[in-house]
């Protein structure tokens, strides 16, 4: 399988579970929303992506350092 | 029988090993749990050895259903670390490893905080032995750090505790409210054995610096002993509930950025416990049974997470992503265990995660805490993202950068992780039989249709999310910049100027004619200088001193 196939049918996949979700709304909504269907889709895509690209925005801009802490391990803290 | 402490059998075995060797100590690394699983098993609810001295109530042993539920998932998990470690050569590491095994489950039995603390220290010996059993000069300086960290961390426990005797306060180990300094201590000891954030790095920094087996015991037993203890004394603190959420947002976005394999699962242990601490936070019935839970289930699933790294490191000599690939058709066993831990792990339906960690997840809700929900919610993407995704991608998968399988995987080493993949889908496909152990009246059912939908949802989600920026995860060789560069760089480099500014007061001095005078600045570089080193009885010192210091000062104001 091609890696844009596979890109397709994770997102088929997806958007055949937030359909799906329809039929089972959740069962003990607390908060609004506990109303959204697709929440945890949207949850699982975008803050991959947010966390992905911010860490390492952060490790280029800050927290990854090219230093040698210990002889024995370069590169390895 | 029913009349032995279950940490017994740990002691016994030990000794026993001091005395007939390495290969003694291999088979009583297996009967040693096994004998503990009994006894946890026939102790009654309401059980107590206590043992009068100096004047204290040692309450060794309290029997309840918090106990039996930690002390269980010790005794039984020492028993599979036990068998993955069969191969492993030496006396050190074995005495250490059932010295750690037999810490922890006293821990989880002790019912005053004295006990506990006697307990708590025993645990933090055999994790440095273990640690240096490492053999590398890396191994040396990550448990001497290990040593600062757990000797400060202990004098703060301690005091706290002598500060709760000192105001005629109970040390029954029991519920403690945060007025004055004394239970704040206390509860700094144990977050600092929790690993919460900044008290965290000793774990990714030691962890992957023990051998392959060692790292597989040390990543059971501290944490969740710390969590334990937590559960004890600061059920229902709300500080508890930020603290573990953030926690576990903490070691996803460092996972992000780490190369090494077993460093990577180390600052997952940190997001896992997360959960664990938010639980204890929470305070609810619920929750409380799911940290208890989640605690049981991370026993087991990082445990084998943490034995596929090792197989991986025992295997090619190799840890790190930017030096791993393509192992899939070489080690394909180990691939197998690696993806039922990381299924178990990221809460996939039918493995362990998924049973646990929604426990805490609703109990967050059901409590109106919806901003933690939201929090945990990340969390549980980027440890799918991780574990799930990213490790087993650059390990198994992904580019060939043409690792070799030098030496086979141990049978041994294989059959460990059978038991622990057993345990991770035995309680996923049947939850009633780890629910059947926890503390409290609850009633939760976790498959239920809207539940498992969500939870797909959650991950296809976060598989496209990694597959489109797959090409951005992969490792690269450099260090990641944590609390600890403060004192592993900056402290040495300053501790280097004023030790060369005090030779140069003494060198002035004595040519003054002051020789006397100038003695005084050199014995303080001296002192310094053997600090800056990593002198370890120096240091352990300087930082049980100044630990010390403070607890007093805070205690008497």
């Given at each position: 399988m091609t890696a844009r196939r596979v890109t397709w049918v994770l997102a088929a996949v997806l958007l055949l579970l937030v359909v799906v979700e329809i039929a089972f709304?959740?069962?003990?909504?607390?908060?609004?929303?506990?109303?959204?269907?697709?929440l945890h889709a949207i949850i699982g895509f975008v803050s991959c992506v947010v966390v992905v690209l911010l860490s390492k925005a952060v490790g280029k801009w800050f927290l990854q350092r090219h230093e040698v802490w210990d002889p024995e391990e370069r590169g390895d803290g | 029988m029913a009349e032995l402490h279950p940490s017994l059998p740990f002691l016994l075995a030990g000794l026993l090993t001091l005395l007939f060797g390495g290969r003694v100590g291999r088979v009583l690394g297996l009967v040693a749990p096994v004998v503990a699983v009994v006894l946890v098993a026939l102790l009654p609810d309401g059980a107590r050895f206590t043992m009068e001295l100096h004047g204290h109530t040692w309450v060794l042993l309290r029997m309840d259903a918090l106990s039996r539920v930690f002390s269980l998932a010790f005794a039984l998990y020492a028993g599979v670390a036990g068998l993955y470690s069969w191969t492993e050569e030496g006396k050190g590491s074995r005495l250490a490893s059932l010295a750690l095994a037999g810490g922890g489950v006293g821990v989880t039995l002790a019912g005053d905080l004295l006990s506990m603390f006697l307990f708590w220290e025993w645990l933090s010996i055999g994790s440095v032995f273990l640690i240096f059993a490492g053999g590398r000069s890396v191994s040396r300086a990550a448990g001497m750090r290990y040593v600062l960290f757990h000797v400060a961390g202990g004098m703060c426990l301690l005091a706290g505790i002598l500060g709760l005797a000192a105001t005629g306060h109970s040390l029954a180990l029991d519920r403690l409210t945060l007025e004055g300094a004394a239970p704040w201590l206390v509860l700094v000891g144990m977050a600092a054995n929790a690993a919460i954030p900044p008290l965290h790095t000793w774990l990714p920094d030691a962890y992957p610096r023990a051998t392959p087996a060692g790292t597989v015991f040390l990543s059971a037993f501290t944490t969740k002993a710390a969590v334990y203890a937590l559960a004890r004394?600061?059920?229902?603190?709300?500080l508890l509930v930020w603290a573990g959420a953030a926690m576990a947002l903490y070691g996803v976005v460092f996972a992000v950025l780490e190369n090494d394999i077993r460093r990577l699962l180390g600052y997952h242990i940190i997001s896992q416990v997360g959960y664990m601490v938010c639980g204890v936070g929470l305070g609810s019935e619920l929750a409380i049974a799911g940290a208890s839970a989640h605690s049981f289930s991370h026993i087991f699933y990082k445990g084998l997470l943490m034995m596929s790294a090792g197989a991986v490191v025992h295997a090619t000599g190799m840890n790190k992503l930017t030096e791993l690939g393509g192992l899939g058709r070489k080690l394909p066993v180990v691939l197998v265990f690696a993806m039922i831990g990381g299924f178990s792990i990221s809460g996939v339906?039918?493995?362990?995660g998924f049973v646990s960690k929604s426990m805490v997840v609703s109990a967050a809700s059901v409590s109106g805490q919806g901003a933690i929900e939201l929090m945990l919610l990340v969390a549980s993407m980027g440890t799918f993202l991780h574990t799930g995704l990213k490790l087993p991608w650059f390990t198994f998968f992904g580019p060939e950068k043409g690792p070799e399988v030098r030496r086979p995987v141990p049978r041994t080493m294989v059959a460990a992780m059978g038991l622990a993949a057993l345990v991770c889908m035995g309680t996923g496909v049947a939850p009633g039989l780890l629910y059947a152990l926890l503390p409290g009246s609850f009633e939760y059912h976790p498959y239920t249709g809207d539940h498992v939908v969500q939870a797909l949802q959650l991950l296809v989600g976060t598989a496209l999310g990694f597959w489109i920026l797959r090409g951005k995860l992969g490792g690269e060789a450099t260090v990641t910049l944590d609390v600890d560069r403060t004192w592993r760089v900056l402290i040495p480099a300053g501790l280097g100027t004023v030790t060369a500014w005090l030779q140069d007061v003494s060198d002035d001095a004595r040519k003054a004619g002051a020789a006397v005078l100038g003695a005084v600045p050199q014995v303080g570089g001296v002192v310094l200088e053997a600090g800056r080193r990593g002198n370890l009885s120096v240091t352990v010192g300087l930082v049980g001193l100044a630990a010390a210091t403070l607890a007093l000062a805070l205690l008497r104001q």
């Open positions: 709304p959740h069962h003990a909504p607390v908060f609004v929303w506990h109303h959204l269907t697709g | 004394t600061f059920p229902g603190t709300d339906p039918l493995f362990n």
